[in-house]
């Protein structure tokens, strides 16, 4: 398994920046498809955005697209998050997460990944 590290979360205004990294260490890091998820007060893990091993495959939620960016280094064994035009209801735990490399789609379950970070704060005040 990998082991993943998040950093960079924190207290933020609404309509603001953030980037989050994921550092990895262990196994090869360009051997996994990875993602981000987040989960809020009171509610079930959610999916947030998926890169291929490559980075040349992105998938977002909804929710984030055209709003955040995910993108990764597979020199440097880290993976970002850039988060823009922040809202309220971003504000969540965020998990960086690795999975097999697959054929198909990137997936979006949390049962598609099984190495996960300890998650960092996102909070976002209006």
């Known amino acids: 398994q990998v082991q993943l590290v998040e950093s960079g979360g924190g207290l933020v205004q609404a309509g603001t920046s953030l980037r989050l990294s994921c550092a990895a260490s262990?196994?090869?890091?360009?051997?996994?498809?990875m993602a981000w998820f987040r989960q809020a007060p009171g509610k079930e893990r959610e999916f947030a955005a998926a890169?291929?091993?490559?980075?040349?495959?992105?998938r977002y939620a909804d929710s984030v697209k055209g709003r955040f960016t995910i993108s990764r280094d597979n020199a440097k064994n880290t993976m970002y998050l850039q988060m823009s035009n922040l809202k309220p209801e971003d504000t969540a735990v965020y998990y960086c997460?690795?999975?097999?490399?697959?054929?198909?789609?990137?997936?979006?379950?949390?049962?598609?990944?099984?190495?996960w970070g300890q998650g960092t704060q996102v909070t976002v005040s209006s």
């Open positions: 890169i291929s091993w490559r980075g040349g495959s992105t």
């Open positions: 262990g196994r090869t890091f360009s051997s996994y498809e």
């Open positions: 997460a690795a999975g097999p490399r697959r054929a198909g789609p990137l997936q979006i379950g949390v049962s598609s990944y099984d190495s």
